[in-house]
């Protein structure tokens, strides 16, 4: 098992991309925190499957875009687990709607939670990688962070943030031997995607290889970024995508 022994914490884990990059860590052996906002019942029900792989795992409440709770969060992990390994941020949210529509607190909400809450998870998990010298932080972004999106300029700003971010912060952790990476997913079959006014059809359409995306898909490719196989891989961008941003 590539994670076993090793401690990971994932935002936004309590459905959809998140919740399948759970369950891939710890079928690999990775104790985890389970981080959600609001959804208990479905993160209790990630960490019961969790420990089903023999794997401790643990649901743990926090609004990300809170600096102080995003603290006393990492915090109360490091305290049950006596380390963290693996830093996941994929908690997101989305509030659609052209620039001359939306309103500032629908723009600065998604920013707070998307690129602000990364920001915060990093802080305060850093001094503890780099007592262990030793990390991996995969950052969730996506392709419209590369391409932009009409009707979603607060989401594309945020995801395009978080590219900067990752690459700040792999600079700055590397001579410690932590890697920071990003991955930025396309249309995946989540409840987020859903929301999307196209249908599957429509939208399979768009992508050369005339599907969407699966959460386990992503999962497998953040799994590799948590392994020993990425040691060598950091401030990297990783569309996973079916070659829609190509």
């Known amino acids: 098992m590539i994670l ?3 401690t990971a914490l994932i935002t936004g884990a309590s459905r959809g991309i998140g919740r399948a990059i759970a369950l891939a860590f710890a079928k690999e052996g990775a104790n985890l925190a389970v981080i959600y906002s609001g959804a208990e019942q479905a993160a209790q029900e990630v960490c019961s499957q969790a ?3 023999g ?3 643990n649901a743990y409440r926090c609004d990300v875009s809170d600096f102080d709770a995003s603290k006393e969060t990492v915090q109360a992990v490091h305290k049950a687990f006596g380390r963290i390994d693996i830093l996941v941020n994929n908690a997101g949210i989305t509030r659609d709607g052209l620039v001359y529509t939306m309103k500032e607190a629908d723009f600065d909400a998604v920013l707070d939670v ?3 809450g990364a920001f915060h998870m990093i802080k305060h998990c850093y001094p503890i990688f780099v007592k262990q010298r030793s990390g991996k932080i995969i950052n969730l972004s996506s392709v419209s962070g590369l391409m932009g999106n009409g009707g979603q300029a607060n989401y594309s700003a945020s995801k395009a943030g978080l590219i900067g971010l990752t690459k700040s912060v ?3 952790l590397a001579g410690r031997g932590i890697c920071c990476n990003a991955i930025a997913p396309g249309f995946i079959d989540t409840e987020m995607t859903a929301k999307i006014s196209m249908d599957e059809n429509q939208l399979a359409a768009m992508i050369p290889l005339k599907r969407m995306g699966k959460p386990e898909e992503v999962a497998n490719l ?3 970024l948590a392994g020993a196989g ?3 891989i950091t401030g990297e961008v990783i569309r ?3 070659g829609l941003a190509m």
Request: without cysteine; hydrophobic residues 40%; neutral net charge.
């Open 222 to 224: 953040a799994l590799f």
């Open 240 to 242: 996973i995508d079916g």
């Open 170 to 172: 792999a600079r700055e």
């Open 114 to 116: 998307n690129l602000k």
């Open 55 to 57: 794997v401790q795992a």
């Open 230 to 232: 990425s040691d060598y």
């Open 51 to 53: 420990k089903a792989f």
């Open 4 to 6: 076993e022994n090793k």
